[in-house]
């Protein structure tokens, strides 16, 4: 991201909140489990980014450099807290193959698809979270990925693969009882 040198500094500032606020609460939401404190976590991740300008040296995305903001932020502000998690069942049922699945997700329309992703997101931890947000939401790679949550490139690649190991688990669960209904 690019600023101008003219008068519309202002205007910059806000299309970069626009785009970035989301996600960012998002993150910060998944790993404080509260509305508010990820409000103010956001807040506080822009006023530092805005105030860090100087510090960005175009190594990465802006993206990459304020999600990193943010993750930290949000880690730093639970720190000493305790974070509630949601323990991921690694029991995938052997009665549902993939073309079971498949089926079952095209009966799905697009909305109950969202829902249904959107509440498997939620039980992954806060990590897998960022990860599977940053690459598939904001397409970021895994080199800026790294940047963001502070583990080396070799070692994300395992952890994104987990992640949707534990993303496809928990939507074969959420979609072996959506057929119990449909039946």
Do not use: P
């Amino acid at each position: 991201m690019v600023f101008s040198q003219s008068d519309n500094k202002e205007s910059d500032y806000k299309a970069i909140i626009e785009k970035h606020k989301d996600l960012a609460f998002n993150i910060a939401l998944k790993i404080t489990k509260n509305e508010q404190d990820s409000e103010e976590i956001v807040q506080d991740s822009f006023v530092k980014a805005f105030n860090g300008l100087s510090n960005f040296k175009n190594e990465s995305q802006f993206s990459t450099w304020f999600y990193k903001i943010v993750f930290n932020t949000a880690i730093s502000a639970m720190r000493g807290k305790r974070i509630n998690t949601v323990e991921i069942d690694n029991y995938v049922s052997n009665n549902i193959e993939n073309n079971g699945i498949e089926n079952a997700l095209k009966k799905l329309d697009e909305c109950d698809r969202k829902i249904l992703i959107s509440d498997s997101l939620a039980k992954l931890s806060e990590l897998d979270y960022t990860i599977l947000s940053l690459y598939y939401y904001e397409e970021l790679g895994l080199k800026e990925i790294s940047k963001v949550v502070g583990k080396k490139s070799n070692y994300l690649k395992v952890l994104l693969q987990r992640a949707r190991l534990k993303l496809f688990n928990s939507l074969s669960q959420s979609l072996k009882n959506e057929l119990k209904e449909l039946i």
